[in-house]
C-alpha cells in the first residue's frame, strides 16, 4: 500500500525555483508529522525540512534555510517544498517521509519513492 506520492522534480538551471509535492493517505496526514530528506550520489539521506510533531513549527537544514519552505494543503493531505535559488549541491533524490521527527532518517517510519531533482550549473 503506497502511503506517500512524490511529484514535482525534474531538470533546472541553477537559481531557478521547484516545488514539490507529496500526496499523503489521509491516516499518515492526520496521524503524523512529515517532512523531506535528500539523498545525492555517493552520500547519506539528509534531512532537508520538516514539521514539528506537534503546533505547526518547521525546521530547516542549515544548507536550505531560506531557499526552500516547506507548507502543506489539509484539504489535499499534500506536503510541498518549495525550492527556490537552487544550487547544483541540491541535486539528489528528494524523500517525502512521515512517522518520525528531527533529523535523524532513522526516526522515520514511512517513506515516499522518491523524486529526482538534477540542477545544472
Known amino acids: 500500500q503506497v502511503q506517500l506520492v512524490e511529484s514535482g522534480g525534474g531538470l533546472v538551471q541553477a537559481g531557478d525555483s521547484l516545488r514539490l509535492s507529496c500526496a499523503a493517505s489521509?491516516?499518515?496526514?492526520?496521524?503524523?508529522?512529515m517532512g523531506w530528506f535528500r539523498q545525492a550520489p555517493g552520500k547519506e539521506r539528509e534531512f532537508v525540512a520538516a514539521?514539528?510533531?506537534?503546533?505547526?513549527?518547521?525546521y530547516y537544514a542549515d544548507s536550505v534555510k531560506g531557499r526552500f519552505a516547506i507548507s502543506k494543503d489539509n484539504a489535499r493531505n499534500t506536503v510541498y517544498l518549495q525550492m527556490n535559488s537552487l544550487k547544483p549541491e541540491d541535486t539528489a533524490v528528494y524523500y517525502c517521509?512521515?512517522?518520525?521527527?528531527?533529523?535523524?532518517?532513522?526516526?522515520?517510519?514511512?517513506w515516499g519513492q522518491g523524486t529526482q531533482v538534477t540542477v545544472a550549473s
Open positions: 514539521f514539528a510533531w506537534r503546533g505547526g513549527a518547521t
Open positions: 517521509v512521515a512517522g518520525g521527527s528531527g533529523s535523524d532518517p532513522a526516526g522515520y517510519d514511512v
Open positions: 489521509e491516516r499518515i496526514f492526520n496521524r503524523y508529522a
